[in-house]
């Protein structure tokens, strides 16, 4: 009896312990088994709802497609995507370029220069005023000739000193050939006789050119004008020493006289083209045509302008050098549009622009290429003043586009 309880008592423990157990294991079996159930449905909802927000944000903002609004045009599909883009106004020519463009100037001889002596010496004798016209051959101004004059003297002692001596020369070289004919004399005194004698007269013309050249020099001491002139400006007074080459006087001559102006980089290479017409400020009333000469190919490296030349034809005689002129210089043949450098395009190597449609919509304008510049380009094309173009971002642009002009605010 005792022996059945003892067994009881220490079975009882042991079999809670077992139930317990297989509760705790056939309940963790169970939630396995229900949790495999539910992953495939769990994973088909989850997918099927991060399709439907790819889809969702795919139509709903650009950039799923590559592209992002930008305010200079970046890269559009071609599904009528709106894009952001700057734009270009075509400008009214006729507003912005008057049929003619005036510059002022001043009046200038075509032929002008500097005077100065072939020689050195100080100077004498003036003979001419600021403002006197000049005749050809009259004397300008003379330097003094004492050195010249004995220059002069020394070169003719010189020739005739060549004179002499030639002249006993020969007559020591006749006479050796005298005496070689009756075999008198060696053949080596005949022909050291002879080279004496070539070079006593080599010795006679040296003597010749250099008074010659004496002579000239004594004929620059006196500085003339070769044609008729002005005398614009006396650059050295009586008493001054100058060198050879100094300038002492300038002056113009010739009948030409021109309107000398500066133009802009623009026009530089337009003038050929264009009519003038010249006006002086003194003489409202005077009107004279005029022909370009000339473009200077520099440019001023203080204006950044170019000189230009205009020839008058037919000038009164009496118009004073230095007059204040206007040149107005007709463009009312000029052709092409300024446009952006940005805003060109290339289509199979043909150059386009895409114009904006007042709808948003755009397309292409086949352009020819007048000039480059470094920021802007002039092209001849069918646009209209008023007309708008993409001028960013243009490379990026296709026919199904629609845009939207971005505003500058700041």
């Not at 795919?58 to 592209?67: D, E, F, Q, R, V």
């Not at 008198?184 to 050119?209: H, I």
């Not at 006006?279 to 190919?297: A, I, M, T």
Request: aromatic share 6%; charged share 20%; proline share 4%.
């Amino acid at each position: 009896m005792s022996s059945s309880v003892s067994m009881k008592s220490s079975f009882s423990p042991w079999l809670i312990r077992w139930v317990v157990g297989s509760i705790l294991l056939a309940g963790l079996a169970w939630m396995i088994f229900f949790s495999h159930e539910a992953a495939p449905h769990t994973s088909s909802h989850t997918s099927s709802h991060s399709k439907r927000d790819s889809l969702r944000s795919t139509s709903s903002s650009p950039s799923s497609n590559g592209t992002s609004p930008s305010f200079n045009g970046v890269s559009p599909s071609s599904n009528g995507t709106e894009l952001l883009v700057r734009a270009y106004t075509i400008a009214d020519r006729t507003a912005n370029n008057p049929s003619q463009r005036t510059f002022s100037g001043t009046l200038q001889a075509r032929y002008q220069s500097l005077l100065g002596f072939r020689v050195a010496g100080k100077i004498v004798e003036r003979h001419v005023e600021v403002g006197d016209r000049v005749r050809k051959g009259q004397v300008l101004f003379r330097l003094d000739p004492t050195d010249f004059d004995l220059q002069i003297q020394v070169a003719e002692s010189d020739l005739q000193a060549a004179k002499s001596q030639l002249i006993q020369i020969e007559a020591e070289e006749r006479r050796l050939a005298d005496l070689r004919q009756t075999r008198s004399a060696s053949q080596s005194d005949y022909d050291l006789a002879l080279a004496a004698r070539d070079t006593a007269r080599a010795r006679l013309r040296a003597a010749e050119n250099r008074l010659m050249m004496a002579k000239n020099q004594r004929d620059y001491a006196q500085l003339e004008v070769d044609q008729d002139g002005l005398v614009t400006k006396i650059m050295a007074e009586v008493g001054q020493v100058v060198s050879p080459g100094q300038p002492v006087v300038q002056w113009v001559h010739g009948s030409e006289m021109e309107a000398a102006i500066s133009v802009p980089e623009s026009m530089q290479h337009m003038l050929d083209q264009r009519s003038a017409t010249v006006r002086f400020w003194s003489r409202p009333d005077l009107v004279v045509q005029g022909v370009l000469r000339e473009v200077s190919p520099v440019a001023d490296p203080t204006s950044r302008t170019y000189d230009a030349r205009f020839t008058l034809i037919d000038p009164p005689a009496d118009l004073a050098l230095g007059l204040t002129a206007t040149v107005q210089i007709d463009q009312s043949h000029e052709e092409g549009i300024s446009v952006p450098m940005g805003a060109i395009a290339q289509v199979e190597s043909t150059p386009i622009v895409w114009r904006i449609r007042n709808d948003g919509s755009v397309e292409s304008v086949n352009v020819e290429i007048l000039k480059y510049g470094s920021q802007r380009a002039v092209i001849k094309a069918d646009l209209a003043p008023g007309e708008k173009i993409i001028s960013a971002g243009v490379q990026r642009i296709d026919a199904q586009c629609r845009v939207r002009i971005w505003q500058d605010l700041l």
